[in-house]
């Protein structure tokens, strides 16, 4: 059998994600929405309509750059939500709060979920409500949480909406699934991995059966970022919970903006990876136009590039779910590139699909489908080099 035909039949179409996308799952997402409402009505009556009603124009170009875009963004997209859930009259573009966005923003927690529980995203909800003013004056999210909760507390609540939050499963399983399938090939594997953070790839892969024989494939995993200090942590998970992967992973800071640049790199050289993996990143990249050639200039004929995303849908459906990310600076900084990228922060599937075709990646595959991204906002793409 050639290395090929061994790739088609442990190919892409085995990559399966219904057990993920479940009636439990449904019910987190919706539970974080329900949480989201009172919180985001809080915000809203607090910091926004706090005389009573608020100008914005919908059409406003954004300005550029990030500390100006970050405050620009929040309110935009609090008030766009607010709007789409009908929860605002609007005259021109006068904005006033419905009376059950009034009520629901004075509400007791116990009167509004029927139980004095908090859940863990409940707890992160309100943590970011305490810096809201802080971010609508256009300081950094992260900055204010440590400054608020200390370095400690701010990695734990980042840690549980990155890498633990129930509704991160879909991506944490993609990923690690996609690598999964690609070991199974039972051939040397190069794999590159940017924007690898605290590891949530490899924190789901050593769970699947069997992962930690398949990691005998491993040529070479380059696990990088753009932070020391979270890579810091990878290796000390790596080193806890997958020690044979530390002979064959190699730690390296690279900035996906300047994939062209590293010369020294093994694995980012023409056609020198089986797979790429972005978990929760490609989104905040400034070119991606450009990260997505150099993709597919590393990647070998039939490599695969696989890929985390929030799908950008309706706005009172999907602002919860961008709700941290819209607090950091890191997430403004993207060059628009219309018509393949027209949105700041998280992209819609049309327009991943533009971006990648006009890379190189004709075929992909969309988890979950397309029909599925309201109800399951988060999910990824797996592409391929074509032969
Ligand atoms: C939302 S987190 C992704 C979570 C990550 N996969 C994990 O398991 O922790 C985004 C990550 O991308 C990194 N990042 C952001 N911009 C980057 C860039 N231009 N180049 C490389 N890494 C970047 C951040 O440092 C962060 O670790």
């Not at 690598?179 to 789901?204: H, I, K, M, Y």
């Not at 998970?237 to 800071?253: I, V, Y």
Request: glycine share 6%; proline share 5%.
């Amino acid at each position: 059998m050639t290395e090929s035909n061994v790739l088609q039949n442990f190919g892409l179409d085995a990559i399966d994600m219904s057990d993920v996308y479940s009636p439990e799952y449904t019910a987190h997402i919706e539970q974080i929405r329900h949480e989201a409402a009172l919180v985001l009505a809080r915000i809203a009556m607090k910091h926004v309509f706090a005389d009573g009603e608020a100008v914005h124009d919908p059409q406003l170009a954004a300005p550029e750059g990030v500390t100006a875009r970050q405050p620009f963004f929040f309110r935009k997209r609090l008030i766009e939500y607010l709007d789409d859930r009908g929860e605002l009259h609007r005259e021109g573009n006068l904005y006033r709060p419905t009376d059950e966005l009034v009520q629901r923003a004075s509400a007791r927690e116990e009167d509004y979920f029927g139980t004095a529980a908090q859940s863990p995203t409940l707890r992160a909800l309100k943590s970011i409500e305490s810096i809201a003013g802080g971010i609508l004056e256009g300081k950094d999210g992260l900055v204010l949480l440590e400054e608020r909760l200390g370095a400690e507390e701010t990695w734990r609540i980042w840690q549980y909406l990155m890498v633990d939050a129930p509704p991160k499963k879909a991506c944490n399983s993609l990923v690690a699934r996609t690598l999964d399938q690609r070991l199974r090939a039972g051939v040397p594997t190069v794999v590159f991995e940017g924007g690898a953070g605290l590891g949530a790839t490899l924190r789901e892969a050593v769970q699947i059966d069997g992962f930690r024989e398949r990691t005998r494939n491993i040529e070479l995993y380059g696990f990088t970022d753009i932070s020391r200090p979270l890579m810091q942590r990878a290796r000390e998970m790596l080193q806890e919970k997958a020690p044979e992967m530390l002979g064959s992973t190699c730690f390296d800071r690279i900035d996906l903006d300047q994939l062209d640049d590293y010369d020294d790199v093994p694995y980012l050289q023409d056609a020198a990876a089986d797979l790429v993996i972005f978990e929760s990143v490609l989104h905040d990249v400034e070119n991606l136009h450009q990260v997505l050639t150099s993709c597919h200039r590393i990647l070998k004929p039939g490599g695969w590039l696989v890929f985390t995303v929030g799908s950008r849908h309706r706005p009172g459906l999907f602002f919860p779910c961008e709700l941290l990310q819209t607090t950091l600076h890191s997430y403004h900084r993207a060059e628009l590139d219309p018509p393949r990228r027209t949105n700041v922060g998280y992209l819609s599937l049309e327009e991943w699909t533009a971006s990648l075709h006009d890379a190189g990646f004709p075929s992909l595959r969309v988890f979950p489908d397309a029909q599925h991204r309201e109800k399951w906002p988060y999910g990824g793409i797996v592409a391929s080099r074509p032969e």
